[in-house]
């Protein structure tokens, strides 16, 4: 299994940073793409931010020069430094990885960490 831990969520203004980080433990082989999602109060999850294990990224649109991915493969861990935070940033955010733990790749979830972006 794989156990996924956030953290760094908060209340921030708007114009300000946050860093989240999420590591994941457990009994996987290797660690494919790690990402994150945000979920906002009455919105569909959505991508905020993908790498590879390669380093490759993809940002959506509404992030992209202002949120940045990365991750340490010796710690199994993935960041993402969001500034010039604004309101509408404001949702659950939360990390998914893909692991192998036999042959075939599975996503898992964090549990979510709730960003609050004041005006």
């Known amino acids: 299994q794989v156990q996924l831990m956030e953290s760094g969520g908060g209340l921030v203004q708007a114009g300000g940073s946050l860093r989240l980080s999420c590591a994941a433990s457990g009994s996987f082989r290797k660690i494919n793409d790690m990402g994150w999602y945000r979920q906002a109060p009455g919105q569909q999850r959505e991508l905020v931010a993908t790498i590879t294990s390669g380093g490759n990224t993809n940002y959506a649109d509404s992030v992209r020069g202002r949120f940045f991915v990365s991750r340490d493969n010796a710690k199994n861990t993935v960041y993402l430094q969001m500034d010039s935070l604004k309101p509408e940033d404001t949702a659950i955010y939360y990390c998914?990885?893909?692991?192998?733990?036999?042959?075939?790749?599975?996503?898992?979830w964090g549990q979510g960490t709730q960003v609050t972006v004041a005006s």
């Open positions: 998914t990885v893909y692991a192998v733990l036999a042959i075939l790749q599975n996503p898992y």
